[in-house]
């Protein structure tokens, strides 16, 4: 028995001598390039021939094991090398497969929610080389490699920024498990900023990041232009113009030719619309393909006074309507009437609600009829000034106000007129005193008109009165003047007569 064991160990010695006759398996064969990392495929075909060696002649170690050939120690060293095999062949397709790994945005759409906010819908795909194609032409055993899920990329990072490198989508953040080839997965953001144009940034796998700068599609499946208008709520004043900014965008893959038209709005309040650059009045707009946004204004005027339609400080709620030129004739028969928003929104057309509100403003008017008085020392000037209300909003609380020399005294009667309607006039006495040591000279007292309208101050343009103080003359002197201008005329007369005779 023992001649025959000793037999079998002579044999199996003779054997490994003969299958690696320059030494151990590790001598044979070496598992590391330094070029593995910079030609991940190569790296990986060379990790898995060396995986296949090592699990063969674990297989081999093993069958020799049980028969007593080998020790523990031999089958343990062995185990560790293909244990190590093992590790390098997976971390060699892991890195292969992560290089392999492209996440692409498919499509981003734009669009407006049922509450006016701007989203965008992102349809992301995994549009990596991880496929069946990648395991067919390494021949890559089929339960490592769905172990390693190669068609899943882990853990997807979506943001939007803008140009500047701020987030502008709502979550800031959206994060996708998993994103498995050929299913692309569809995920929406609100825009904090509205934009044309904005950077998708993805993260994924280990770390892998792209950055994309898209043109963003519109949702052409709505056939309407989207209105806004950033001055949406306006006052102004009667007899004036107020202008609305109306941004207009394009979804519609059917129509690019669009009318205006305005409804709810008042006759009596004049309206055109103009092109933002050129200010040529517009009836229609039309979208090219390169522009699907353009700009407008809406130019409203006020009638000078209130009517009826249109009362002071009182909202005036009205729709501009941006309509398919050929839906036109469609909107006009419709009867003239209030529409509701649930009546326009049932158009299907786009549309957007500003509102104006007519605001006046009190314009005081002074007429005075006299404004130079020439008087003697120990009269008073008596004048009449007539306050008149020439805007479109009633005045309150007016008043004149004398600036007077020095000394002098003044009277103003009344003193404040409580209000004055629109186009009502009121007449106010003045009277003006000098003092009784006045000299002789000429005065200037100014007269200042102020009041409120809507509790801002308003006032009149200044006006200067001119007073002039004369000298007493005597009358004695006066008479015994014209009788010496008399006396000397009468002497011319008769010298001239007597000379005449001669």
Do not use: C, H
């Not at 496929?131 to 939007?160: A, C, H, M, T, W």
């Not at 950033?230 to 519609?252: N, P, V, Y």
């Not at 006046?360 to 007429?367: E, N, P, T, W, Y």
């Not at 106000?401 to 309607?421: F, H, R």
């Amino acid at each position: 028995m023992i001649s025959i064991r000793i037999v079998k160990i002579l044999f199996a010695l003779v054997s490994l001598t003969w299958v690696y006759p320059l030494g151990t398996l590790e001598a044979q064969y070496n598992s590391f390039n330094q070029r593995d990392d910079k030609y991940r495929l190569l790296g990986l075909k060379r990790a898995k021939e060396y995986f296949e060696l090592t699990r063969k002649e674990l297989d081999r170690q093993g069958d020799m094991f049980n028969k007593g050939l080998i020790s523990q120690t031999e089958l343990d060293r062995s185990k560790n090398s293909f244990a190590d095999a093992e590790v390098n062949y997976q971390q060699s397709l892991l890195a292969v497969l992560f290089e392999q790994q492209y996440v692409t945005v498919d499509r981003a759409v734009k669009y407006q929610s049922g509450d006016g906010n701007k989203r965008v819908k992102l349809t992301v795909a995994n549009a990596s080389g991880g496929g069946e194609e990648f395991q067919k032409l390494l021949g890559i055993e089929d339960k490592l490699f769905r172990s390693l899920q190669p068609d899943l990329i882990q853990n997807v990072y979506v943001s939007l920024y803008n140009n500047e490198g701020a987030i502008i989508s709502q979550p800031y953040e959206r994060k996708i498990e998993s994103l498995k080839s050929g299913e692309p997965r569809v995920i929406e953001f609100g825009l904090l900023q509205d934009l044309d144009a904005l950077t998708v940034n993805i993260i994924y796998g280990n770390g892998s990041s792209r950055t994309l700068k898209i043109l963003l599609q519109k949702d052409n499946t709505a056939n309407r232009v989207l209105v806004q208008s950033q001055q949406f709520s306006q006052e102004a004043e009667l007899g004036k113009s107020a202008t609305f900014d109306l941004t207009l965008e394009l979804f519609s893959g059917v129509n690019n030719t669009f009318s205006f038209e305005v409804v709810n709005l008042p006759q009596q309040i004049n309206r055109f619309f103009k092109d933002e650059g050129t200010s040529a009045r517009l009836s229609q707009i039309k979208f090219t393909e390169s522009v699907n946004t353009r700009k407008a204004g809406l130019e409203v005027s006020l009638p000078d006074r209130p009517t009826e339609q249109v009362t002071m400080d009182k909202a005036i709620p009205f729709y501009v309507l941006v309509v398919p030129t050929d839906r036109m004739d469609e909107i006009r028969k419709l009867e003239p009437k209030i529409w509701t928003e649930k009546e326009i929104t049932a158009l299907n057309v786009g549309f957007v609600r500003l509102e104006l509100i007519p605001r006046g403003k009190g314009q005081l008017q002074v007429r005075a009829p006299q404004l130079y008085f020439g008087i003697k020392p120990d009269e008073v000037v008596d004048m009449t000034v007539d306050i008149r209300n020439e805007g479109t909003r009633r005045l309150d609380n007016i008043r004149i106000d004398l600036d007077i020399p020095l000394n002098w005294t003044k009277t103003v009667e009344p003193q404040v007129i409580p209000k004055l309607e629109i186009n009502e006039e009121q007449r106010v006495s003045l009277k003006i005193t000098p003092p009784a040591d006045v000299s002789v000279g000429r005065y200037e007292v100014r007269l200042r008109t102020t009041g409120l309208s809507d509790n801002q101050p308003v006032n009149a343009e200044d006006k200067t009165a001119i007073m002039e103080i004369q000298a007493e003359t005597s009358v004695i002197g006066t008479i015994l003047l014209v009788l010496l201008i008399l006396g000397l005329v009468s002497g011319m007369v008769i010298f001239g007569i007597r000379l005449s005779k001669k």
